[in-house]
């Protein structure tokens, strides 16, 4: 059976929720759509987090960045709307979703969105 993107991430219960500790993605194959050409766009996602009660499940997060190569995106907004759904999926304790743009037209582009759920309350 295949796999098909999905907006959903899924998540699992912290088996050291006690501690605080780092788990970080590479995603080097990330695309989506240039929403005013249409053009494909590429990007290698790094994404950091420390879980508090819950850990994303990796397979549904394969599936979640999948799920953008066909849609128009704006680099800043596809960025910084996979920091929203991963804090909204988690709540970790801190996040660090960098977008590294591949360059098109002579210019590359990194966004960087950070949250610390500390500095939140």
Known sequence: MSSK?????QTFPNPAADRDYE?????????????LTGQPDFARFTIKYVPDQLCVELKSLKLYMWS???EGAFHEK???????DIIK??????????????????IGTIVTVTHDKKQQA
């Not at 993107?5 to 991430?9: C, D």
């Not at 788990?23 to 929403?35: Q, S």
């Open 89 to 106: 999926a988690i709540q970790p304790r801190k996040l660090t979703v960098v977008g590294d743009f591949f360059v098109r037209g002579g």
């Open 23 to 35: 788990i970080a993605f590479d995603v080097p194959e990330f695309t989506c759509l240039c929403p």
């Open 78 to 84: 596809v960025t910084n709307t996979i920091a929203d």
């Open 68 to 70: 953008y190569r066909n």
């Open 5 to 9: 993107p999905s907006k959903e991430i």
